[in-house]
């Protein structure tokens, strides 16, 4: 992919010369915060900084209402939104307001939160640990459900007196979910329903190129990526979204190019904002989390990190092994979305995972649905979040 980047650039430096520059409009959210984002479409936001028990500083927004409306002093009921596998918050307002989750929701009457995973371009700072430390990168999904998730719901229920949010999340958001409801009764309690967007428990089946990396031994992986930080937004991706990827001779190449990681569903994609998402993604995660997602490719399983070695497996879970997580156990009502050209949350990994939901209380597969439509797709206010609304209103009366 990079080298067909490079030859993007190349194209395009004499540009101006043939005219190219006439296709070319750049959305001005490209090159902007999440906060500046929401306060461009005329939403008031407000920005937390949660501390978790092991020191890291999560960044987390709030729309507290809807656009054009006025502070109330009423409760409203809340929403918790966490994003995927090296995203961030952004991916939830990376769209026009009608068709972005957060701000409908937000225009819907809910308090809207917006999460960031630690490690990621919002979320990379610490209370001792600095991010030039390997050390502030040593962690994966098991800190992120055990420390991140409580961490930022509770904060999230104290700042709003509320006892219960709902929770809505998309791949990797549903992972953490998966791991922290099964394994914290307590957590769980606060969560009236779990929306599970494009869900990921087990990636036997998954076709996405990160896959690649279960071929290469955790040494290989190290000695390629380092042992701190994976795919990080950087200047050049900056550079190829706002001047390449919102160019129209350039925007089949681009679409193309998330297709390969997501799956395929070109109809679906408004290629003009193509310079958006990939100025807003990817955001990063630890190259120690990219070693457990290969080692649940590897292993068809869902458990805790593999430290490499009995001796270091016993100190992180006092025993030679690291643990199953058993989801069975998680009694929090679910919804689940999946989509038929997802080749992250594969079909098979889905069907293998329904009957493991205890409490399912909705389920649709989206036949032409990519890993990406949840949250990018043209069509996703009448295919997923409608209906989620609706179960919102259904369940705000129990």
Not at 28 to 42: K, L, R
Not at 55 to 84: D, M, S
Request: proline share 5%; glycine share 6%; aromatic share 12%.
């Amino acid at each position: 992919m990079w080298q067909l980047l490079a030859a993007a650039c190349c194209v395009l430096l004499p540009g101006p010369l043939y005219g190219y520059r006439k296709g070319s409009t750049t959305n001005p959210e490209a090159n902007m915060n999440i906060s500046q984002i929401i306060s461009y479409w005329g939403y008031s936001y407000e920005k937390y900084d949660v501390v978790t028990k092991d020191g890291y500083i999560l960044g987390v927004y709030r729309i507290p209402h809807g656009r054009g409306c006025l502070r109330e002093t009423a409760l409203k009921p809340v929403v918790y939104l966490q994003h995927g596998l090296i995203a961030s918050a952004s991916d939830w307002i990376c769209n026009l307001p009608n068709n972005s989750l957060a701000f409908l929701l937000a225009d819907a009457g809910y308090d809207v939160w917006l999460g960031n995973s630690r490690g990621n371009t919002w979320s990379r700072k610490h209370l001792k640990l600095s991010p030039e430390s390997p050390r502030y990168w040593a962690f994966s999904l098991d800190e992120m459900a055990k420390y991140d998730l409580p961490a930022t719901i509770n904060l999230i229920l104290e700042k709003t007196a509320q006892k219960q949010l709902y929770y809505v999340g998309h791949s990797q958001g549903t992972t953490i979910a998966f791991i922290a409801f099964s394994t914290n009764p307590e957590l769980a309690k606060r969560i009236k329903v779990f929306f599970a967007l494009a869900p990921v428990v087990t990636v036997k089946y998954t076709r996405s190129p990160m896959k690649k990396l279960t071929n290469l031994s955790r040494q290989a992986v190290k000695a390629l990526f380092g042992d701190k930080m994976f795919s990080t937004h950087t200047l050049f991706g900056q550079f190829i979204a706002t001047k390449v990827c919102n160019q129209k001779i350039f925007r089949a190449v681009c679409s193309n190019f998330m297709f390969t990681l997501g799956g395929f569903d070109p109809q679906n994609l408004n290629t003009s904002r193509l310079d958006v998402y990939l100025a807003q993604s990817p955001a990063g995660t630890s190259v120690q989390n990219m070693l457990h997602w290969a080692q649940a490719v590897n292993s068809g399983q869902l458990q805790a990190f593999d430290w490499g070695n009995p001796d270091q497996n016993m100190i992180h879970f006092h025993q030679l092994s690291p643990p199953l997580y058993n989801i069975t156990e998680m009694e929090v009502p679910t919804a689940i979305w999946s989509g038929g050209q997802d080749i992250v949350a594969d079909a098979k990994d889905t069907e293998n995972l329904l009957p493991k939901v205890s409490n399912l209380i909705y389920y649709k597969v989206i036949p032409h649905y990519n890993h990406m439509d949840f949250y990018l797709g043209k069509d996703a206010p009448w295919e997923v979040y409608h209906d989620l609304i609706r179960l919102m209103k259904e369940y705000s009366q129990n």
